[in-house]
């Protein structure tokens, strides 16, 4: 029996980590096989990306993000996935559709370099107020070029929206939940509920 695979993608500091691990521990509690995972992945080339937006830019970082995926998928998520796991992936396409542009790769660039990538069964894009996000890096600290510079920390919500928006209109199936208010626990949830609606019907995306 397989799996599922669902992503969890929204701004640096939205509670993405906090998140999953609440609906992990909840299917945990409830004998439901779940596996969490992370991208970049914590291979030598998923660290290579995420310990490098300092040093990569651009296309190289978008090649990194990239290629780093496929072996993700390869090596880690599609196998979870046939065992029959609900895989969590803190980050996925959606990230790639928001920070590779931000970082001057088009839309379009981008789409081509993930065409072949898994499709979720449920793609979360977590959103939440940018004064919200910035208190909330402030207080956890910063984690990559990309939240250290107050101009993408501005951007990424509104790039986010229209990520969701894109992902939608091209058959991902696209919950988006603004966790401006919401507690974590609230949050996962609502994420949690859509997940066990999945598995009772049997919905699989692809």
Same mark, same amino acid.
């Given at each position: 029996?397989?799996?599922?695979?669902?992503?969890?993608?929204?701004?640096?500091? &939205?509670?993405?980590?906090?998140?999953?691990?609440? &609906?992990?521990?909840?299917?945990?509690?409830?004998?439901?096989?779940? !596996?969490?995972?992370?991208?970049?992945?914590?291979?030598?080339?998923?660290?290579?990306?995420? !310990?490098?937006?300092?040093?990569?830019?651009?296309?190289?970082?978008?090649?990194?993000?990239?290629?780093?995926?496929?072996? !993700?998928?390869?090596?880690?998520?599609?196998?979870?996935?046939?065992?029959?796991?609900?895989?969590?992936?803190? @980050?996925?396409?959606?990230?790639?559709? &928001?920070?590779?542009?931000?970082?001057?790769?088009?839309?379009?660039?981008?789409?081509?370099?993930?065409?072949?990538?898994?499709?979720?069964?449920?793609?979360?894009?977590?959103?939440?107020?940018?004064?919200?996000? @910035?208190?909330?890096?402030?207080?956890?600290?910063?984690?990559? @070029?990309?939240?250290?510079?107050?101009?993408?920390?501005?951007?990424?919500?509104?790039?986010?929206?229209?990520?969701?928006?894109?992902?939608?209109?091209?058959?991902?199936?696209?919950?988006?939940?603004?966790?401006?208010?919401?507690?974590?626990?609230?949050?996962?949830?609502?994420?949690?509920?859509?997940?066990?609606?999945?598995?009772?019907?049997?919905?699989?995306?692809?």
């Amino acid at each position: 029996m397989s799996g599922l695979f669902v992503t969890i993608d929204g701004p640096g500091g &939205v509670g993405k980590s906090t998140v999953l691990e609440h &609906v992990r521990q909840g299917f945990v509690r409830d004998g439901i096989p779940v !596996h969490a995972t992370t991208e970049p992945s914590h291979t030598r080339l998923g660290d290579l990306a995420r !310990h490098g937006t300092e040093t990569f830019r651009g296309m190289a970082l978008a090649c990194l993000v990239a290629a780093d995926r496929y072996h !993700h998928l390869e090596t880690e998520i599609t196998p979870a996935v046939e065992r029959g796991a609900v895989v969590l992936c803190d @980050r996925y396409i959606g990230s790639s559709l &928001v920070l590779q542009r931000l970082d001057g790769v088009s839309l379009d660039t981008v789409r081509a370099m993930n065409r072949d990538a898994l499709r979720p069964d449920l793609s979360v894009i977590l959103n939440a107020d940018p004064d919200v996000i @910035r208190e909330r890096l402030a207080a956890r600290g910063t984690h990559s @070029r990309f939240e250290k510079t107050p101009e993408s920390v501005e951007k990424e919500p509104g790039l986010f929206a229209e990520a969701a928006t894109f992902l939608s209109e091209v058959g991902f199936r696209t919950l988006v939940l603004d966790c401006t208010s919401r507690s974590p626990e609230q949050i996962a949830g609502l994420i949690s509920a859509e997940i066990a609606m999945l598995l009772t019907r049997g919905n699989r995306a692809n």
